[in-house]
């Protein structure tokens, strides 16, 4: 009998991986298969239960992918990440995990770095879905994950044997079945493009996007889990729909400023992923690819910019988008000449090397581009997984070495602080971030001072501490200008967001070392209960005693008064009964956020409201049921008028116009007929609340005796702050600003200043105007970026204004911007609860309505 020879042995193995590939693909359900059309298909768009029913699917027919449920979304959905590898590595995936973090967090010698780097595994994340609106990333992940499991090319086989990508199918679940039941309902009709009269996110919308320091969204928490305590992964893939018009994607390199808190290798690391993206797009002859414009490297808080802090290479992609499943024809001359930054738009240019044509675009062509773009990222993690691996431990060693060199070495958070639960809510979203928190056991001495036991510490000598150092520290922005005397470079999202100055908690920066006794935090519960004043804590607790029938009182200086909390005799001379608010907040036919941020902050502290709709506002018969009504911010001719029947309704980006005729149904605003039921209301006793752009609507509408003396402008004539903390001066004095410290922060993104127009003599009675707080006379600014100051200093930011037996509340400034600025949540709610406090006998109060 002839002896097999090597090639014969060869061949059959050869022969049986092929058989055995075969009859994995029989046994893997096909995209098609499962949705009866191949993902992208025009006029198609799948929802989360197709979506990860499909992966259920792969999931219990292959052993190359594991599926796993790792929270819930805002309104319950389960959201699920699938980890997808080869068969040999899902096997040992808790061994993977250990490596990584250990290398994440600097915690191995350089040996064990060096050996775990080489035998060790790049962990990738791609997500799909965040902007629901934005629909091909979702409908992507079904060829994405189909590639990964059945794929035998070279490629594919490599990146499994190297790489455990965690894919994301759809991480915002609710705005994708929103978005998906909305076009499915208008397709095939003459609404078809019509917009979403709502936000695609319970309460976040686009804004879902700018949560990822603050962590308000369940979303954003069961994510960030994933990113800084269970995986660190070293590449962060975040994909988007909206480039500048004609490219068909954006990558990757990113444009000025640069935020001096990024790592630099991590930003150069991105540009090379970037490099790597470009560099296939060309190979497979996709037009369109642009770079360095318009998405900055400054700003912390989105999915792909937090994670650079975290030393992450995080990517954002930005695809071009038609309209919902619909596709569009695009001609020569439906391209414009040039991009915004005046690059041409039809010429080759160094970040912009083949431009896009024209031509058919919809899902389809899409999806494309992104798996393209998807295995530029893993191919290279796949090939320079050594690389990725041991930067992640030097990264992490660097910056804890730095920190521990001082410059600073630790921040203090002194115990007894003025809001005390701001202070650990503060604590706790760091936590949430990775951020290494402790606690003095005794009281210590640093920076020339006696901190007290209890106070927190967050030495910089930690993997995360530029992420830190970012967030406790004030922004100053750069003035980038063309030339020497151009406009300044405007931010892509804000200037200046820093944490402590945004919550209203004192931190103090320690430049040296020191030593104390410290024990390691690690979970954080915010105090609850409290009924200080000063604690913006203290509203939810109120909100729960009121709604269990337990009476409340306050003081003509705003202490709260509990019966069942002893302190009889002060409880006896209350100077107001409080008395559930019954809250109504303006709900327009448009998604808007502030709105959105708005209803978040009365959930957080359990104040009930009822949304009030259009038609609703202009009938008659609500204003006897509300003692506030909130309109968030928005223009006036967008609340009187909102989109106009037949008028073109697109909020879509597909660049060029498309008709897009919203349904009846959802036209139109409050009308003229509204905004004198509004002024009926106040008249009456009832308390209006308008928040910066929101204010012009009664200013212009009810004879209040202010006018605007500066205003925002984003062309640079005059005053300007495009995202800044500001310094404000309070009157504590008046109900309003009960508990908030006389000099204080706001958040402005935009915002007003307003004079009294009234002579002193007449500044009285039910025309009466009083400044709760006005913009400081001097050091304005206290991060971030802002010009022509002068226009606002010492002018007024928030006013409270008299209007027959009511009062109009007008804010110069988002009190709850995206639920960021809680130092200033209390405006808002001592308003809300004094329009329904009823004024005690005797005590010389005043008050909400009877």
Excluded: C
């Excluded at 319950?76 to 096997?91: C, D, I, T």
């Excluded at 590639?147 to 990508?165: C, P, Y």
């Excluded at 210590?444 to 970012?470: C, H, I």
């Excluded at 008249?683 to 928040?691: D, E, I, N, Y």
């Amino acid at each position: 009998m002839r002896r097999p020879t090597f090639r014969g042995i060869a061949s059959a193995f050869a022969f049986a991986s092929l058989l055995s590939a075969q009859v994995l693909r029989a046994q893997v359900p096909t995209p098609k298969d499962h949705l009866g059309y191949e993902p992208g298909a025009d006029y198609k768009l799948a929802g989360y239960s197709e979506v990860t029913g499909y992966f259920r699917k792969l999931a219990a027919s292959s052993s190359r992918i594991r599926l796993v449920e790792f929270g819930k979304s805002s309104e319950g959905k389960p959201m699920l990440v699938a980890f997808l590898s080869s068969e040999e590595n899902l096997r040992q995936l808790d061994r993977w995990k250990e490596m990584n973090r250990r290398l994440a967090l600097g915690q191995a010698t350089a040996e064990e770095a060096r050996r775990m780097a080489r035998e060790g595994r790049t962990v990738v994340w791609i997500d799909s879905g965040l902007h629901a609106s934005e629909v091909a990333p979702v409908q992507h992940s079904f060829d994405l994950a189909y590639r990964m499991v059945t794929g035998e090319d070279e490629e594919t086989r490599r990146i499994r044997e190297k790489v455990i990508l965690l894919q994301a199918p759809v991480i915002n679940p609710d705005g994708l079945d929103w978005i998906t039941q909305w076009y499915g309902k208008n397709v095939g009709t003459p609404y078809e493009l019509a917009p979403l009269p709502y936000l695609y996110h319970k309460y976040a919308g686009h804004d879902n996007n700018r949560d990822w320091f603050m962590m308000n969204l369940p979303e954003t928490r069961h994510v960030s889990r994933l990113f800084y305590e269970e995986w660190f992964p070293q590449i962060i893939y975040n994909q988007h729909q909206s480039p500048a018009f004609p490219a068909r994607i954006f990558v990757p390199p990113y444009a000025e400023p640069l935020n001096p808190n990024i790592p630099p290798s991590v930003l150069e690391g991105v540009s090379r992923i970037g490099a790597a993206m470009r560099e296939r797009f060309a190979r497979e002859g996709k037009h369109g690819v642009l770079s360095y414009h318009g998405y900055d490297a400054w700003w912390n808080g989105g999915l792909r910019t937090a994670p650079k802090f975290h030393n992450m290479h995080g990517i954002l992609t930005e695809t071009a988008l038609h309209a919902f499943g619909t596709p569009g024809e695009y001609t020569l001359s439906d391209l414009p000449e040039r991009f915004g930054n005046g690059i041409p738009a039809k010429e080759p240019s160094i970040f912009y090397s083949m431009p896009w044509m024209g031509g058919k675009w919809g899902t389809r062509q899409a999806i494309d581009y992104m798996l393209t773009a998807d295995f530029a990222i893993l191919e290279l993690a796949a090939s320079r997984s050594e690389y990725f691996l041991w930067k992640a431990y030097e990264l992490a060693r660097a910056a804890i070495e730095t920190g521990n060199k001082g410059g600073p070495y630790a921040y203090v958070v002194p115990a007894g602080q003025w809001d005390a639960p701001a202070a650990v809510d503060m604590l706790r979203r760091l936590r949430l971030a990775g951020i290494q928190v402790e606690r003095a056991k005794a009281p210590f001495q640093a920076g020339g001072k006696t901190w007290p036991e209890g106070s927190y510490v967050m030495r910089a000598g930690q993997p995360f501490r530029n992420y830190l150092v970012d967030l406790m520290e004030k922004q100053h922005y750069p003035e980038l200008k063309t030339g020497q005397s151009g406009a300044t470079k405007k931010p892509y999202d804000v200037a200046g967001w820093t944490l402590p100055f945004n919550m209203g908690v004192e931190v103090h920066r320690i430049e040296q070392g020191f030593e104390a006794s410290l024990d390691t935090v690690t979970a954080l519960d915010v105090p609850r209960g409290t009924t200080d004043y000063r604690h913006t804590e203290s509203f939810r607790t109120i909100a729960e005693k009121l709604a269990a029938g337990v009476k409340v009182r306050r003081s003509a200086k705003g202490e709260w008064l509990v019966e069942d909390s002893g302190g009889a005799e002060a409880f006896a001379h209350g100077a107001y009964e409080m008395r559930r608010p019954r809250v109504a907040v303006y709900q327009p036919y448009v998604a808007n956020m502030d709105t959105g941020w708005t209803q978040y902050v009365l959930d957080e502290y359990k104040t009930p409201y009822t949304a009030l709709h259009n038609n609703e506002i202009a009938a008659d018969g609500w204003a006897a049921k509300y003692d506030v009504l909130i309109l968030a911010s928005q223009t006036m001719n967008s609340i009187l008028h909102g989109v106009r029947m037949g008028q073109t309704a697109s909020t879509l980006r597909a660049a060029k116009s498309i008709p897009s005729l919203q349904r009846p149904e959802f036209t139109g605003g409050i009308g003229l007929e509204g905004a004198s039921r509004i002024e009926a209301f106040v008249r009456g006793g009832g308390t209006l609340l308008a928040f910066d752009a929101a204010s012009d609507l009664p200013l212009q509408m009810f004879p209040l005796p202010l006018r605007v003396s500066a205003r925002s402008d984003e062309n640079g004539k005059g005053y300007y702050s495009p995202g800044s903390i500001l310094r404000i001066q309070v009157d504590t004095s008046n109900s309003i600003a009960w508990g908030v410290p006389e000099s204080a922060y706001a958040f402005a993104s935009g915002g007003m200043a307003w004079d009294v127009t009234l002579l002193h003599d007449f500044n009285k009675g039910e025309r009466e105007v009083k400044s709760v707080a006005r913009y400081a006379r001097h050091d304005l600014l206290a991060s971030g970026w802002i010009s022509g100051e002068s226009a606002v200093e010492g002018r007024m930011i928030l006013a409270d204004v008299r209007l027959g037996k009511g009062r109009v509340v007008l804010f110069g400034f988002r009190p709850q911007f995206r639920a960021q600025s809680v130092g200033t949540f209390k405006f808002v709610l001592n308003a809300i609860y004094q329009a329904a406090a009823r004024p005690l006998a005797g005590a010389g109060a005043s008050g909400g309505r009877e």
